[in-house]
């Protein structure tokens, strides 16, 4: 079981409240994914729910017992690091049973657990090598084997793809989600890129300025942001955000748009405009068109699209899919 | 950040050195405070008692005082231009392609390494001896009258002999941070057009000022306690001439015995330690940002 | 750089290198050399070089008549136990400021700091004279704890430095394994902290060994190390200039190799930390 609740969780650095009253439930076997800008606090909120960090207020509840009290060991989570944090000086082995043998496991059912941990993890021939021998991808899956082995009540993952190159990180993290679905146990995961959200999460949870902006699920935040931060947070190419003259008249103080919901035609419904930038990646062309009232539109059209830069086009927004915001950033439904 | 609860055991970690250094420094001082103000001598231990800032006055108006002081400020001072000059200059030395480099290295720091007892007799009796050492022989192959190095230059004699032994020191620490200078930097400066010259009056110098600011302080903590190499070759003599403050404080204390000087001298030579700290700090300390 | 540099320049560096090198290794050299000879050579005008009678009679003579191991093995203990109990005292210190900082930590350090600065010779007198009434005089633990105390706050200072540089999330790592204080200090932080204990350890060695100010002053027989020992040739009766200079090279020799082989790593220790 690993239900976490969180209630009202503070937390200050002398004066500065990096944590402003945090409230959250996280489902037992759910991947949820704290996600957001630098120094948003998502690190901390991990921290905080770990143990390495004393929280200033607030309670925090794992299966319904309050842990803020209880010291990092007590609390049964474990955690893969952003720099993996691996013992230098031990073995892989070692390394993934450290935490067994610091519970008083005895060594054959330690040797037992460790070499089922790393099969699941590929990494059986590594297991005498040291920290040093392997490559970052390998050092990861140390790693997270040294968090499941132990089969803790969740796992909290803070930036763990962050050090790889791009290739290994979307391998990385299908891995990552298989073996959490396949495991069944709670995963909280911190990110900042928001690929990785969307495409990992249950549940994402976006901070900001140490307060949660919207709690929900991928789609729902991609289709119904609250707000005007978490619309512009999620979703790549960044939504269109247009304020002024044209937002009035869909009575609003700003409109959204996100760059995959516009038509581009030359002469036709729409906004006319001037292409400044036009990128073809064959699978997808990006269109940059300034748009006299609306400043600098991306669009996103699939496939290859023969517009060049000078062109003058028409852009038409999809308008089931526009977004309205008040003058506070909230959406108006 | 650490827990409440962790640096709750952190504190109690460090509870035993702080206690320690904090009886080791202020117990004695204490005591050396309250000896000062005494009339104390060990060879007369019932003839005791207060008598204020007498030993003081006893102890500064002393003309070996005023000597000693003089002489304290020239063996730090010649050993600091002396070590930070020679020791810059080997440093930028070692540097440079040298066949066998480790060996010269080794050859350069070695003198640090060796007590001071050691270095005082073996620089006295081998080396300037005027009948028998090695320069005396060199000055005599040249024809020259040897000189007498303890009888007609003392201070100098002293000087020579610091300064030997703390030149590796500057040499090696002012070596080491010439190894962090940037090989891109170089780089760098070489496609901006500087010339050797150049290179080294704008980049090296400059990132030199750090570990030359180091050397200085550093030498001078242990420049003003110059003891054993005084002690073992002139004792303070010939007269005073190598007297410095260390050595006369120890003179008063052990040799006449007498607690009450002895005290206000190292109560002196405290207030003088504390000084030059102060403006050392002050003049140097925009050149280091711990 | 990454060119190659031409062979007169080459040659030129080496030339003056060696020289300079030779120069100011010559005394040592000299000593050494001295050691192998007779009395009378050794006093003899013109000096000779390499080609004399080498005789080891001084050494003999050094370690059987002089006692040269009595003092020699009280430069051990001396040097030893000042280093042990230096790092039971330093090693939770460096680790509690290392670790677990507070606001004031910054503060104590540089008061521990301050407190080497402090002359010896303003103390000399309570400190003999409390060493004459609890009767450590010439004593080990008397000595042992003084040497301690001066080095304590290089050696809090390296260790503290040291100490630094491991991974904050690594000691963190071993915390939500499972690990107690105590058991992420035994093992996690002291195997990975081993290279900065050896380099301190090598450090207060070379000082404590090489301590010339209390050895002198407190010591007189039973527990006189090394420094003692050679001081006691500046006697004035007769001249033993060979056998000063085995006695000298024998007292000097461990601790120069010592030096030799961790000249990098003092580094830090020596300039308390501010160049690495």
Avoid at chain 1, 149 to 171: I, M, T, Y
Avoid at chain 1, 230 to 250: D, H, R, T
Avoid at chain 3, 127 to 141: A, E, Q
Avoid at chain 3, 195 to 207: F, H, K, Y
Wanted: hydrophobic share 50%.
């Amino acid at each position: 079981m690993g239900k976490i609740e969180l209630k009202g969780v503070e937390k200050a650095f002398g004066t500065v409240r990096v944590i402003q009253g945090v409230n959250l439930v996280v489902e037992d076997g759910s991947f949820v994914v704290f996600v957001g800008p630098s120094g948003c606090g998502k690190s901390t909120l991990l921290r905080l729910i770990a143990g390495l960090e004393d929280a200033s207020g607030g309670a925090i509840r794992i299966d319904d017992v309050d842990v803020i009290d209880q010291a990092p060991a007590k609390r049964g989570l474990s955690m893969v690091f952003q720099s993996y944090a691996l013992y230098p000086h031990m073995s892989v082995r070692n390394n993934i049973g450290f935490g067994l043998r610091m519970a008083g496991v005895p060594t054959d059912e330690r040797n037992r657990k460790v070499d089922e941990a790393a099969a699941l993890l590929n990494l059986t021939p590594y297991l005498d090598r040291r920290p040093s021998a392997l490559s970052g991808g390998q050092r990861q899956r140390v790693a997270i084997g040294r968090a499941i082995v132990r089969q803790p009540k969740a796992f909290l993952f803070d930036e763990p793809l962050s050090n790889l190159d791009a290739a290994l990180r979307v391998s990385m993290r299908l891995e990552i989600a298989r073996l959490q679905s396949s495991l069944g146990t709670t995963a909280i995961y911190v990110t900042h890129d928001q690929v990785e959200a969307m495409t990992m999460a249950d549940k994402i949870v976006v901070l900001n300025g140490g307060r949660i902006e919207q709690v929900g699920s991928p789609l729902e935040l991609y289709n119904h942001p609250d707000n005007l931060f978490v619309a512009g947070f999620l979703g790549s190419p960044k939504m269109n955000q247009i304020s002024g003259v044209l937002a009035e008249q869909y009575r609003a103080a700003t409109i959204g748009i996100r760059p995959e919901h516009i038509a581009v035609t030359r002469g036709g419904d729409g906004w006319p405009g001037t292409v400044q930038v036009s990128e073809h990646l064959g699978s997808d062309t990006f269109l940059y068109i300034d748009v006299p009232g609306a400043g600098l539109m991306t669009v996103r059209a699939p496939g290859e699209l023969g517009v060049a830069a000078g062109d003058a086009v028409h852009v038409g927004p999809d308008l089931n899919r526009l977004h309205r915001f008040d003058a506070n950033g909230l959406a108006i439904r | 950040m650490a827990t409440q609860k962790s640096q709750a055991i952190g504190r109690i970690a460090i509870a035993p050195s702080v206690a320690v250094l904090l009886v080791w420094m202020i117990v004695p001082l204490i005591l050396t405070l309250y000896f000062s103000t005494l009339r104390y001598n060990l060879l007369y231990p019932d003839r005791t008692g207060f008598i204020g800032f007498t030993n003081y006055t006893y102890f500064v108006t002393n003309p070996a005082f005023t000597t000693a002081i003089v002489n304290t400020l020239v063996l730090v001072g010649s050993v600091l231009v002396i070590t930070v000059i020679l020791g810059s200059l080997l440093a930028l030395l070692l540097d440079q392609p040298i066949f066998g480099q480790g060996i010269v290295r080794l050859m350069v720091i070695a003198p640090f390494f060796i007590m001071p007892t050691v270095s005082a007799l073996v620089w006295k009796n081998l080396l300037m001896n005027p009948v028998s050492g090695f320069f005396a022989w060199i000055a005599k192959s040249f024809g020259l009258q040897p000189i007498d190095w303890f009888a007609q230059a003392p201070m100098l004699s002293v000087i020579i002999i610091v300064a030997w032994q703390w030149v590796p020191f500057a040499t090696l620490i002012i070596f080491t941070a010439l190894q962090s200078l940037d090989l891109e930097q170089k780089e760098a400066a070489e496609m901006d057009g500087a010339g050797a010259f150049s290179f080294f009056s704008w980049i090296v110098l400059p990132h030199l000022a750090r570990p030359i600011t180091v050397v200085i302080m550093i030498e001078t903590i242990f420049l003003l306690s110059v003891f054993a190499e005084i002690r073992v070759t002139t004792d303070g003599g010939p007269g005073q001439a190598t007297t410095n403050l260390a050595y006369l404080v120890f003179q008063q204390a052990i040799l006449n015995t007498n607690v009450g000087a002895a005290s206000a001298g190292g109560i002196v030579a405290v207030i003088l330690a504390n000084v030059v700290a102060f403006f050392l700090v002050r003049a140097v300390g925009k050149n280091l940002d711990t | 750089m990454a060119r190659k540099t031409s062979k007169a320049t080459l040659a030129l560096w080496t030339v003056v290198g060696w020289a300079a090198g030779f120069v100011i290794f010559f005394p040592i050299l000299w000593m050494f050399l001295t050691g192998f000879k007779t009395e009378l050579e050794a006093y003899s005008t013109p000096p000779t070089f390499l080609f004399f009678q080498w005789t080891t009679e001084n050494y003999v003579a050094i370690l059987e008549q002089r006692n040269y191991v009595k003092y020699a093995l009280n430069s051990i203990i001396l040097a030893g136990g000042s280093t042990l109990l230096a790092l039971v005292i330093a090693i939770p210190a460096a680790w509690g400021m290392a670790f677990s900082p507070t606001k004031r930590t910054k503060d104590v350090l540089l008061w521990m700091l301050s407190t080497k600065m402090m002359p010896a010779v303003g103390v000399l007198v309570p400190m003999y004279l409390i060493f004459i009434w609890l009767g450590l005089l010439d004593t080990h633990i008397g000595l042992i704890a003084v040497l301690c105390l001066s080095n304590l706050p290089i050696v809090i200072w390296m260790l503290f430095t040291y100490f630094k540089e491991i991974p904050k999330d690594i000691l963190e790592a071993a915390r939500m394994d499972g690990a107690t204080t105590w058991k992420e200090i035994v093992f996690v932080l002291t195997p990975m902290a081993v290279p900065g204990i050896a380099s301190t350890v090598l450090l207060n060695v070379i000082l404590s060994w090489n301590e010339a100010f209390w050895t002198l002053n407190l010591t007189t027989i039973d527990a006189a190390p090394l420094t003692q020992f050679i001081a006691s040739f500046s006697a004035p009766q007769g001249n033993f200039w060979a056998k000063l200079s085995a006695a000298s090279t024998l007292a000097i020799a461990p601790i120069v190799v010592l030096g030799w082989f961790g000249q990098r790593q003092l580094v830090r220790g020596l300039t308390f930390g501010a160049v690495k």
